[in-house]
């Protein structure tokens, strides 16, 4: 008997810890979109209602397994503008999405290099089967950093997936288009939605 009641316990204690570990992981992405919101640097005033965010849903944070290329050759990635910017391909993420086996190119920018400020920066830039309905045309991004790939595993939160700074203004920036590899045959219905998309 004491060891049923020791079962019953164990199992009760253990689901209340994963519901309080899964209720400050929302909490932590909605204080990074609450934090994206209020620091826009396009979307000014009334206009930020307009920014809308898929619901929190930690199946979209993945770990992935890293692979770094070396030696990649730069290529010049198009953009919603005229102008093409220099990158180079700096890794590679692995991961599954159920049964569906996917990869993302990790990109590093020529440009931001040159910069005290940005040059261990990387992105990821992809596009899904949202792509011109429920989220932008051209696809998100996801920022992170050389230090952050250290290791052989990366976590990739498509929680904190944003928009370009095309996507409010057009005809002003020249935003990178994510590369057709980056494309990911899945819904990824999490992170920034559409400017101006309803829930």
């Known amino acids: 008997m004491k060891k049923i009641k020791f079962l019953i316990a164990f199992i009760l204690l253990s689901h209340f810890v994963a519901e309080a570990q899964k209720k400050t992981y929302t909490d932590s992405i909605q204080k990074f979109q609450d934090k994206y919101v209020k620091e826009h640097g396009v979307v000014e005033g009334k206009d ?15 770990t992935a397994r890293f692979e770094r290329i070396y030696s990649s050759a730069w290529f010049n990635m198009e953009t919603s503008g005229k102008i093409k910017k220099p990158y180079r ?16 190119n990790v990109y590093q920018s020529q440009q931001l290099m040159a910069t ?5 920066h990387l992105f990821v830039p ?6 011109g309905d429920e989220s932008y045309d051209n ?4 920022d992170l950093l ?6 052989e595993t990366y976590t990739i939160d498509f929680n904190k997936a944003y ?23 899945v819904f990824i219905r999490a992170g920034e939605m559409k400017y101006g998309k309803a829930h």
């Not at 005290?116 to 261990?120: P, V």
């Not at 992809?126 to 792509?131: G, N, Q």
Request: aromatic content about 16%; charged content about 25%; hydrophobic content about 35%.
């Open 116 to 120: 005290k400020e940005y040059a261990d």
């Open 48 to 62: 930020k209602a307009l920014l809308h965010f898929f619901p929190v849903n930690e199946q979209f944070r993945f």
């Open 146 to 151: 050389e230090g952050d790939l250290k290791g």
């Open 89 to 104: 391909i700096y890794g590679v993420l692995n991961f599954t999405l159920k049964d569906t086996v996917l990869k993302l």
């Open 126 to 131: 992809f596009t899904d089967k949202t792509s």
């Open 139 to 142: 696809g998100r991004y996801i």
């Open 163 to 185: 928009n370009p700074y095309c996507a409010y203004v057009s005809n002003v920036y020249n935003c990178p288009v994510p590369p057709k590899e980056n494309d990911l045959p």
